[in-house]
């Protein structure tokens, strides 16, 4: 239980807050892992307006690391109007891996102003 706290957190969230009552370090599911290179843009399928958002997860440690959700969201004056889950194509990743993504959004909600890219909690 000790050994493999944060891989118990990482397949099992709602551990952390346990772990954390009994003053047992855990380190964050999203630590050593970064997302760059995040990119957006409009385009057209089949008729309908899609919002498609590209980028690269990266574990920038030399441990593997699960993968914890990832979340986008349409950001627009008032704040989130619209958020999605991006489907990654792996679940853990090696030290010093990077792992490519792209999520499409068909018939986002207008308004938007940008789109943000994170790990869900």
Same mark, same amino acid.
Not at 94 to 105: D, I, K, M, V
């Given at each position: #239980?000790? &050994?493999?706290? &944060?891989? #118990? $957190?990482?397949?099992?969230? *709602?551990?952390?807050?346990a772990y954390r009552a009994l003053g047992i370090p855990?380190? =964050?599911?999203?630590?050593?892992?970064?997302?760059?290179? $995040?990119? +957006?843009? @409009? !385009? =057209?399928?089949?008729?309908? =307006? !899609?919002?498609?958002?590209?980028?690269?997860? %990266?574990n920038t440690s030399r441990e593997p690391r699960l993968?914890?959700? $990832?979340? #986008?969201?349409?950001?627009?004056?008032?704040?989130?109007?619209?958020?999605?889950?991006?489907?990654?194509? %792996? &679940?853990?990743?090696?030290?010093?891996?990077?792992?490519? /993504?792209?999520? @499409?959004?068909?018939?986002?909600? *207008?308004?938007?102003?940008?789109?943000?890219? +994170? /790990? %869900?909690?």
């Open positions: #239980a000790w &050994n493999f706290r &944060n891989e #118990a $957190v990482g397949l099992y969230p *709602p551990l952390e807050k855990v380190e =964050r599911t999203s630590s050593g892992l970064a997302i760059r290179e $995040v990119t +957006s843009y @409009e !385009t =057209r399928f089949q008729g309908e =307006r !899609t919002l498609v958002v590209e980028g690269v997860i %990266a993968l914890p959700p $990832v979340k #986008a969201t349409i950001i627009g004056p008032q704040g989130a109007l619209q958020e999605w889950p991006v489907q990654l194509g %792996a &679940n853990r990743m090696r030290g010093g891996e990077t792992l490519p /993504f792209r999520s @499409e959004l068909r018939e986002p909600l *207008p308004g938007g102003e940008r789109v943000t890219i +994170s /790990f %869900a909690p």
